[in-house]
């Protein structure tokens, strides 16, 4: 890590995308799983104060900003990948969680299956929370209140109970695939959500018109493997757009607020087509 905040620092380097950057991110990812990111931690921050308003400042900033990371590392759930990736000019793939993103000329960015067979049910924009059991360890049980809002139904229950572990929570395209949802989140402060304690130590993602499009988002990618079922609710009072549950090993509260037409426009989804593809994908929950 040492010599790759010296990489940075010495090459000036300002772009998220840079090999320097990339060597420092992949450090930083590294050692955040190990006994030693406190000490690691403490070197980025005091080499962030050194370099605030240097060119290489805003590099440093997103190295540190990964200390929240830890809250989606060690779930130790075989299949479920979540991976934090940088991208610039309104476009990018990342292998290791099979899909791409891009820009549209309205400004929104949309992820894309990198196998081009891979049927798509639909793609939504929504606030998604990813939950998953709590460990048998102290660690894995977070010091702090629980945070219950927006979620309902059996997650509802789980969590309330102190049985679940939220890992992501935040505004994300979401795609349901034939046979795994994938996408990222890439807002963390929720329109109409009061700050928490929860809220706060959820990792920090963002994307601005920057280079053509840039940003720091959290992909994922789970196998539909790991659900048993789905609960839909169709909505209440003014919110005629459906509340998703998705049910199993891993655990997925997906509140709809648009969805992704064939023309790669973001649109309000026809009555009844969202809880349609849902129940195409994993049936509801008797």
Known sequence: MREAIDAVIRSEASSRVSPEATRLFDATDHVLTTPRWPEALDLLQRTYDQAKGGPSSSVIALAVLRDDDREFHGHGIAGLEIERFEFVGGRAEVPGLGFGLSGTPAGAVIPWSLDPSEGIWIVLGAEV???TPLGPEPE????RPLDAT??????????????????????AMIAFAADRIFGFVYEDE????KESPETLAMPFV??????????????????????????ISRGFGNKKLPYINLN???????????MVDENRKVVMPPK???????????????
């Not at 090993?249 to 709809?256: F, H, I």
């Not at 349609?276 to 994908?281: C, D, E, L, Y």
């Open 150 to 171: 927006g979620i309902d139904g059996l997650i509802g229950l789980e969590y309330g109970l102190g049985l679940l572990k939220r890992h992501l929570w935040g505004i």
């Open 272 to 286: 009844g087509h969202v809880a349609q593809a849902v129940a195409s994908f994993l049936p509801e929950r008797d």
């Open 248 to 258: 199993g090993e891993c655990s997925v509260s997906v509140d709809t607020h648009r």
């Open 129 to 131: 929370q990813l939950f």
């Open 206 to 231: 963002e994307v601005s018109g920057a280079d053509g499009g840039s940003g720091s988002v959290l992909g994922f990618s789970v196998p539909r493997s790991l659900f048993t079922d789905s609960e």
């Open 140 to 143: 894995d049980t977070p010091d």
């Open 190 to 193: 929720i329109p109409m959500r």
